[in-house]
């Protein structure tokens, strides 16, 4: 695109206003890389501190996933949660894998925040910046759920 020299000021508009376009979309491109880049940066780190994690014997991945963190409904992404499901081994109760975490956890730096009672606890742990959920809402159908956000 080569700038009009002589022309009539409707040909000038025109111009700009495809610069312009051109600037936006390279704009929303590599914002769209950038983002995309260090979504996957944030969650490869949420990975490595579920495996840095202890894991409840007998236990079965059965599931990974990630969701988006805002600090308002409708406001930018913040960061992300990972969660890692786990088949617990038959027989297995809440209370026991409570104590494991409990233990395991705290042994490693880990605070205990917050617990939540209800069909079966949910447990909050935070170490520095980092955040540890273990949640046993699903033992009764011999569900594990462990969330976690390296940046919380």
């Given at each position: ?20 376009l ?10 769209t ?17 579920l495996?840095?994690?202890p ?41 026991e894998?409570?104590?494991?975490y ?17 069909p ?26 462990v969330?976690?956000d390296?940046?919380?």
């Open positions: 695109m080569t700038p009009p020299s002589r022309v009539s000021s409707v040909e000038a508009k025109r111009w700009v206003a495809q610069v312009l051109v600037l936006l979309l390279i704009a929303a491109l590599s914002g890389a950038c983002s995309t880049s260090g979504r996957d940066s944030y969650i490869n780190k949420n990975e490595q501190l495996q840095s994690l894991r409840y014997p007998g236990t079965v991945e059965v599931g990974m996933s990630s969701a988006e963190v805002r600090e308002e409904e409708e406001g930018p992404v913040t960061g992300f949660t990972t969660t890692a499901s786990f088949e617990l081994p038959e027989g297995t109760t809440a209370e894998v409570e104590r494991f409990r233990r395991r956890l705290t042994g490693q730096g880990w605070m205990l925040e917050e617990r939540v009672s209800g079966g606890p949910i447990l909050k742990f935070r170490r520095r910046q980092e955040m540890a959920v273990v949640n046993l809402e699903g033992w009764r159908g011999a569900i594990l759920d969330v976690v390296h940046g919380a």
